[in-house]
């Protein structure tokens, strides 16, 4: 099961950091090495995120995000995403700009520092979102009942996570101001447009995949009465709904792969400005994640450990609020990987002391297993 599993990932490991050996001696091979880890420190958490949301796909739309997914996560965000950055922000062509990463390292690294405050805000407000809107609902299991039950309360207001999130970016933005104030460059107005495009991205992404969700299983639920239409007429159009869902889903389980490596990619930065170097850590490292994801749904861990998915909403509320801090201040990456880490683990430890005292957890693993046999 474990080899299964893994195996991609320990085969390109190999492979990764043979070549990085090869091309760029011992250095290069522990500079790669390194970033491999900081991306699994960094984006343990969005395994379980995915694991959650990928549960609820068929096996079909698993091996998409599987397979398409992973050259997303690792071609796109890891090596392209850096590049189109610096094209944007410094007004250059996609040719220019790839030039620049591979014969100026040292002002390509000095361009995606500067968008810095636009990444921040776009994948802290999106993330930010994500974690707002899971603490608002309500749920069967509460992990911090004494900050979850009046959360539920005041998720009753339908727009209050938008309120919460408008104001955290406006404070952000004011801060940046009166940073410009002092003699740095103002760069409030880049921060409101980023996070305003953070917030319309979720918005439109969940939106989109929650409405789809829903008529899914309200289709199932047709499909269960006993005067429901023929099998035929009702698996078809189940079949059809199901599509669309995952669809939508999949596009918002990458924008939320992408805001995850965002402080990957510029944590990245500070152990090296070699575009290629980056993109094999880092992806080395997302292969782990993805491999990661598909044990946590085949052995239908979630729901065995049901504080799981608790834990790491919580850590995602702490990486919204890491990123956006760093719109102003300097936090070393150490501290969000840390703080994410202990998060998920208190979660499983609170899961497991909670099994114990209920008694052991049901076999959820088969349910799952059967799902995603297939992938």
Known sequence: MLLKTFGWSFAITVAGLALAGVLWGWQGLAIVGILSVLEISLS????????????????????????FG???AVFGMRLVFPVVIVAIT???????????????????????????????????????????DFIFEERDYKWLSWIEKPMAKLGKLDTLSVIIALVVLLVSAMTVATEAAHGAGDKSATVLLSGVAGLITYLVVAGIS?????????????????????????????????GKAAFFMFLYLEVIDASFSFDGVIGAFAITNDI??????????AMYIRSLTVFLVRKGTLD????????????????????????????????????????????????????????????????????????
Request: aromatic letters at 8%; zero cysteines.
């Open 276 to 285: 290629f170097m980056m993109a094999l850590g880092l992806g080395i490292g």
């Open 70 to 72: 992973i050259l997303i």
């Open 210 to 242: 929650g409405y789809f969700e829903d008529k899914l299983e309200d289709a199932d639920e047709e499909s269960e009465e006993p005067a429901a239409a023929p099998a035929k007429k009702g698996n078809g159009a189940v079949v059809g709904l199901a």
């Open 304 to 375: 065995d450990y049901v504080y799981l998915e608790h834990g790491a909403h919580y850590a995602i509320g702490a990486l919204a609020v890491i990123l956006l801090a760093t719109i102003k201040y300097e936090i070393p990456e150490v501290v969000t990987g840390l703080v994410g880490i202990t998060l998920i683990g208190l979660s499983f430890a609170s899961s497991v002391i909670r099994n114990r005292r209920e008694g052991t957890p049901g076999d959820s693993s088969g349910a799952q297993s059967e799902v995603a046999s297939g992938v």
């Open 90 to 132: 410094a007004k250059l062509g996609p040719i220019e700009a790839v030039n620049l990463a591979i014969n100026d390292k040292a002002q390509y690294q000095e361009l995606v520092t500067s968008a810095h405050p636009a990444i921040a805000a776009f994948g802290g407000i999106f993330l930010l979102m994500i974690f707002l």
């Open 44 to 67: 343990f958490d969005n395994a379980v995120i995915n694991a959650g949301i990928l549960r609820k796909m068929n096996a079909f739309w698993q091996k998409i995000f599987l397979t």
